[in-house]
């Protein structure tokens, strides 16, 4: 992030997928808002091809206060993966860095995208801006 020149923040996971108007239509929609408002879009599952992902709307796709989407989110309302989010440099040095120190553990990228929310006021819904998270089978275990 320190070395990021940019105005805004898009991260991806090394399999994630971006539709090719994703940035381009959360950036205009953000520069219609407050400069601490985020930006979130539809995302759908893959396992081989983006072809195969269906869009599956969650509760959490409409526009939404920091709480209410977290609320919602944590209630069983979805959820949004990395590359969902765009989101504006001064809302993401006010949350702070990423934590480095448990960058292994499960669901770090859902620490820094509840401090990211939480340093936002509003989180603005953008229909065309479709991302695809790849989901990888889980392997079999086996009975000891």
């Known amino acids: 992030?320190?070395?990021?020149?940019?105005d805004y923040f898009q991260f991806l996971d090394a399999d994630d997928v971006m539709g090719t108007e994703k940035v381009a239509a959360q950036v205009a929609l953000l520069q219609t808002a407050e400069p601490t408002a985020v930006a979130s879009g539809p995302?759908?599952?893959f396992r081989g091809k983006i072809q195969e992902a269906r869009f599956i709307p969650e509760p959490i796709w409409r526009d939404l206060t920091p709480v209410e989407w977290l609320v919602a989110?944590?209630?069983g309302g979805g959820m949004m993966h990395v590359a969902a989010w765009l989101?504006?440099?001064q809302v993401a040095i006010a949350a702070g860095p990423w934590d480095e120190s448990v960058r292994w553990a499960p669901?770090?990228?859902a620490l820094f995208f509840t401090k990211t929310l939480l340093a936002s006021t509003v989180c603005l819904f953008?229909?065309?801006a479709v991302s695809y998270?790849?989901?990888?089978?889980?392997?079999?275990?086996?009975?000891i």
């Open 126 to 128: 953008c229909p065309t």
């Open 87 to 89: 989101i504006p440099r």
């Open 107 to 109: 669901n770090v990228d």
């Open 133 to 143: 998270y790849r989901s990888i089978p889980s392997a079999p275990t086996k009975a």
């Open 1 to 6: 992030m320190n070395a990021a020149q940019g």
């Open 43 to 45: 995302w759908a599952r």
């Open 73 to 75: 989110s944590w209630s």
